[in-house]
């Protein structure tokens, strides 16, 4: 499994973007398929999650209702919609996936076996 991850850049805050991740995405290869963040001096953080079989998608509560995770199995690509950008959404957002993981583990990057290169998402006040 190859991910590229792609369409970050400089928005202000209340704008949106739409991130892609592209590659080798196919079940049963891969069940899950998420985005993380990393912000300066952070932690990578988890964002988004969905199951590649069936849809199901699981949300951080901060970015609940502002961001939609979706999936295209023609294409073999993720995407992370964010609206209402805030300021603290700035961060290098990665894409993973992994064919194991069970549902307890979506929050844990070590977790994953499969990573994007991450695409810096800039929020301005």
């Known amino acids: 499994v190859q991910l590229q991850a792609s369409g970050g850049g400089l928005v202000q805050a209340g704008g949106s973007l739409r991130l892609s991740c592209t590659g080798v995405i196919t079940a049963p290869v891969v069940r899950y398929m998420s985005w993380f963040r990393q912000a300066p001096g952070k932690e990578r953080e988890f964002v988004a999650a969905i199951r590649w079989s069936g849809g199901h998608t699981y949300y951080l509560e901060s970015v609940k209702g502002r961001s939609t995770i979706s999936r295209d199995n023609v294409k073999n690509s993720v995407y992370l919609q964010m609206n209402s950008l805030k300021p603290e959404d700035t961060a290098v957002y990665y894409c993973?996936?992994?064919?194991?993981?069970?549902?307890?583990?979506?929050?844990?990057?070590?977790?994953?076996?499969?990573w994007g290169q991450g695409t810096l998402v800039t929020v301005s006040s």
């Open positions: 993973a996936g992994d064919g194991s993981i069970i549902q307890s583990s979506l929050r844990r990057p070590d977790a994953y076996d499969y």
